[in-house]
């Protein structure tokens, strides 16, 4: 009987075949050309490989000598040990720093030169000078408000800017400044809007509605209702809250959860955000017939809208009805939460309720999440549902 084996030869970037078995393992492609990995070694820089002697550092697609050069960036330098690396360029920590930018650095001149933002101004010594942003002001004549806007002292004693409005300032004395009211982390005008769980509602205070907890939508108490977070108009009618939005997946049995998930359940939300739990679960009984649950929790990630991902050092504070079952199960775990609500500031406690659903953040459950919010309309086309509701 005899044996077949079949052996390939090794296919490199250029798709040219070498007269080397696939299943050598000394060999390696560098590009399109192979190399031994026992005398040899493939350096890269710059969008190009290159086969070089194994006895010496990369640097690049180069060589060089770790005793005696500075490799920064895919640049060489000599050294005597006393420069560091600063972006493609190197600096002596005696006399100089390294000013970091976004893109590049740079290295610049102690006490002469000042680095904002990754541009570098000369100063000279002079202590006046002083950073706003990637510019420069002199503290004697101008002022550096919160948003990196400069504005002119309009008095030699003023040393702070107190708001006209959301977006510009004006000069002041220190004990005229107050403080902003925020809405997550936008400024907003407590006499006239309504921020309701970090959503900012322009006008709407002045208007005379309210917030309709927990949610983020708002109510004209004169001819709506808030029923445990939806606008119901008044003629409706209020049924005390089902099994059903947040608390949903955990009345489900184990065996039915991924069906109720693939068929059921509304998972069409603005954020599908991963939830780790930082601090166990601290129960709130402020009637023996309402409970509510606290959750301090950070962002991992947001499967349907990668751009709105808080800090994940950032924290936040759920209020969640306890009334779910198996919520003590939920303990220094991970959990997916489906919402409307944009969590922006660990300022403000953010009010959950039916309008929003907590899953385990299993693959295959998140998997079939982000498969049926394809098929979820718009949410123009859901607002103007609706609106022919009554219910905006």
């Not at 050598?24 to 820089?45: A, I, L, M």
Request: some cysteine; proline content about 4%.
């Amino acid at each position: 009987m005899e044996l077949c084996l079949t052996v390939r030869n090794k296919r490199c970037e250029d798709s040219t075949l070498w007269n080397i078995s696939s299943n050598d393992r000394h060999f390696r492609c560098c590009g399109s050309e192979v190399y031994d990995r026992r005398t040899k070694q493939c350096c890269s820089g710059s969008g190009e490989k290159k086969i070089q002697p194994k006895n010496g550092q990369c640097c690049g697609t180069g060589l060089y000598d770790s005793s005696q050069e500075l490799c920064c960036k895919t640049q060489v330098f000599p050294s005597d040990g006393r420069l560091y690396c600063c972006g493609k360029g190197t600096y002596d920590p005696s006399h100089q720093e390294c000013c970091h930018g976004t893109n590049f650095s740079t290295a610049m001149q102690q006490g002469q030169q000042i680095c904002c933002d990754g541009t570098v101004y000369t100063t000279n010594y002079n202590s006046k000078l002083h950073c706003c942003g990637n510019n420069v002001y002199y503290s004697t004549t101008h002022l550096c408000c919160e948003n990196g806007s400069m504005i002119e002292k309009t008095s030699p004693d003023h040393t702070s800017c107190c708001k006209k409005n959301a977006t510009s300032f004006y000069s002041c004395k220190k004990q005229e400044k107050t403080k902003s009211d925020f809405c997550g982390k936008q400024s907003y005008d407590k006499k006239s809007d309504l921020c309701c769980n970090n959503e900012i509602h322009r006008g709407a205070h002045k208007m005379g509605k309210r917030c309709c907890n927990p949610g983020t939508l708002t109510y004209d108490p004169r001819n709506q209702i808030c029923c445990h977070g939806e606008v119901k108009r008044i003629a409706e009618s209020c049924n005390s809250p089902s099994p059903s939005g947040l608390c949903s997946i955990w009345s489900q049995p184990k065996t039915q959860r991924i069906g109720f998930i693939n068929s059921t359940a509304d998972v069409c939300r603005k954020n599908g955000y991963i939830l780790k739990i930082e601090n166990p679960i601290r129960v709130s009984n402020l009637s023996p017939q309402l409970h509510f649950s606290y959750l301090d929790v950070t962002v991992k990630a947001n499967i349907y809208n990668s751009t709105n991902v808080p800090s994940k050092k950032e924290q936040h504070t759920l209020l969640i009805p306890s009334n779910c079952t198996n919520m003590d199960k939920l303990k220094k775990k991970s959990f997916l939460l489906l919402t409307d609500i944009a969590l922006r500031s660990s300022q403000n406690i953010v009010h959950l309720g039916d309008s929003d659903l907590i899953f385990p953040p299993r693959r295959k459950i998140v998997q079939i999440v982000k498969r049926r919010s394809k098929s979820c309309s718009s949410y123009i086309v859901r607002n103007i549902h609706q609106i022919l509701r009554g219910r905006l």
